[in-house]
């Protein structure tokens, strides 16, 4: 890690002092132990701020929502994926981003340092999928049934599926730090905070909390790249990626569909074709 954090910073430094960008969007070491922040270095002076480390695990493409600068922006797989959606929902220009791109082997969990994130263990992209330089030779991909915890929801009863979720989101205190932490969450307005109509409660009523996660989640259908930010920033520790599993799911059943492999093609919810498999559209 300590050769890809020297690479970072070489690279980092050169397109700052030619001009090619007039920031880089980076990590640095956090106040916190087994956390690195985010932080953006606009100096050459501040270069040795930056790290790069299993801990990295805040989505970076969160900071690129309608920026007018350009800048560099160090990315792993999931982060590049975040980026191409990020162009394809004009929130940012290809031509104003320099992507470093990090082969990624895996952040670890802020609580348990050896073991790593649970997205982690089923990534199938840790190369970026778009970049303008490597900071090091790719990584190989890993093979795995990525859906096999959703499987296992589904093949559960109505009851017990109730139960599952009932007590999946029992500790949520509606912080927002999933919102907050999420790279495709950029309404200019969220819909909890809509009053003309209301769409749900402030309150911890359990019914408010379900549909804030189930609506949430359903905004991000066909977008997630499963970065887990969400998961990682919850301070109760709750497990959301079991919602957007199973989106990411259905995209990937129904259409073949990956969110952000590229930034050309808009994903299945955002449009129409007549070979669609949904006949009633016709």
């Not at 560099?72 to 290809?94: L, M, V």
Request: glycine share 4%.
């Amino acid at each position: 890690m300590e050769a890809y954090t020297e690479k970072i910073r070489e690279i980092s430094e050169r397109l700052l002092k030619d001009g090619t960008v007039e920031a880089v969007i980076g990590y640095r070491k956090g106040s916190v132990e087994n956390s690195n922040e985010p932080c953006i270095v606009r100096s050459s002076e501040k270069i040795n701020d930056l790290v790069w480390d299993s801990n990295c695990r805040i989505n970076l493409a969160n900071y690129l929502t309608n920026r007018k600068d350009k800048v560099a922006i160090i990315a792993k797989g999931c982060d590049s994926r975040n980026i191409n959606t990020q162009i394809i929902e004009n929130k940012i220009k290809r031509d104003q981003l320099f992507i470093i791109g990090v082969p990624c082997s895996g952040m670890t969990k802020k609580e348990d340092s050896s073991d790593l994130q649970e997205n982690c263990k089923v990534c199938h992209h840790k190369n970026p999928v778009v970049y303008d330089e490597l900071v090091a030779a790719e990584v190989e991909e890993t093979k795995v049934d990525r859906y096999e915890d959703v499987k296992k929801i589904e093949a559960m009863g109505v009851e017990e599926k109730w139960e599952f979720f009932k007590d999946l989101l029992e500790p949520c205190t509606r912080c927002y730090a999933c919102k907050n932490a999420c790279p495709l969450c950029y309404c200019p307005t969220c819909f909890v905070d809509e009053s003309k109509p209301q769409w749900v409660g402030k309150g911890m009523d359990p019914i408010d909390v379900r549909t804030y996660h189930f609506l949430r989640a359903y905004h991000c259908a066909g977008r997630c790249t499963d970065c887990g930010a969400c998961e990682s920033a919850c301070p109760q520790g709750i497990n959301m990626r079991h919602f957007t599993k199973k989106l990411e799911k259905e995209c990937f059943d129904q259409f073949a569909w990956e969110a952000g492999l590229n930034s050309e093609e808009r994903p299945p919810l955002d449009t129409f074709k007549l070979d669609d498999p949904q006949t009633f559209i016709k």
